[in-house]
């Protein structure tokens, strides 16, 4: 069994479209990280949470405690948001990661 | 540093030698972690260091693995006698306490 669940596996968009990924984890956290990674990438880490929501450029996260689930967000998606976005809890002591998201964006 | 840098970036090695490979997390960052992914798979966790010490040692895939780190900076990860199956990237990622996490750009080791 995965501690960590990411849907979709595979998202596939049209230039500008809406976009939610989902993250349900089991175990206890004191924090939740979106990561990001490009094709021959390295890994970014787009936000951390532990409650609520945060936004950066584009991007939107939120996180709920309660229901064990968090969600990406990306507005008016772009081609260049073409990547795996990789869902991680932090129970702490290490890190449980999500199989990730691998999405494209086509023009 | 101004990010968490690993070396070497790449290493080809031959099967049954011993390897090092080398984390150097940002300044001050208290927690160092490290994790491999393998082609076509998910990220795995190895170990995690606080300060420098490392609570947990259950996620080394075997004995041939072990970690250490120094003066609660640098961190390395040796992987003696090495295996085919040992070929991945091995990343790095450091925290102050259990704060945002930050990524090294990962050493791709190749055993052949």
């Known amino acids: 069994k995965n501690e960590v669940e990411q849907s979709p596996q595979n998202l596939t968009a049209q230039e500008g479209e809406f976009i939610t990924i989902n993250c349900s984890y089991s175990v206890g956290i004191s924090a939740l990280h979106w990561l990001q990674q490009h094709p021959g990438g390295g890994i970014v880490s787009l936000f951390m949470?532990?409650?609520g929501k945060k936004k950066h450029g584009r991007l939107i996260a939120t996180i709920n405690i309660q229901e064990k689930h968090s969600s990406l967000h990306i507005t008016a998606s772009h081609p260049r948001d073409s990547a795996v976005y990789i869902c991680?809890?932090?129970?702490?002591?290490?890190?449980?990661f999500g199989t990730g998201t691998s999405l494209t964006v086509i023009p | 540093g101004a990010g968490v840098s690993q070396s070497p970036s790449n290493k080809v090695t031959e099967k049954g030698k011993d390897v090092e490979l080398r984390c150097d997390p940002i300044?001050?960052?208290?927690?160092l972690y490290w994790y491999r992914q393998s082609l076509g798979q998910g990220l795995e966790f190895l170990i995690y260091f606080q300060g420098n010490s490392a609570p947990d040692k259950s996620g080394l895939p075997s004995d041939r693995f072990s970690a250490e780190r120094t003066g609660g900076s640098v961190s390395t990860l040796t992987i003696q006698r090495t295996q085919q199956e040992d070929s991945a990237v091995y990343l790095c990622?450091?925290?102050?306490?259990?704060?945002?996490?930050?990524f090294g750009q990962g050493t791709r080791l190749t055993v052949v």
């Open positions: 300044s001050g960052h208290t927690a």
């Open positions: 990622a450091s925290s102050y306490n259990e704060g945002e996490a930050f």
């Open positions: 991680a809890v932090y129970p702490p002591y290490q890190f449980y």
């Open positions: 949470l532990s409650s």
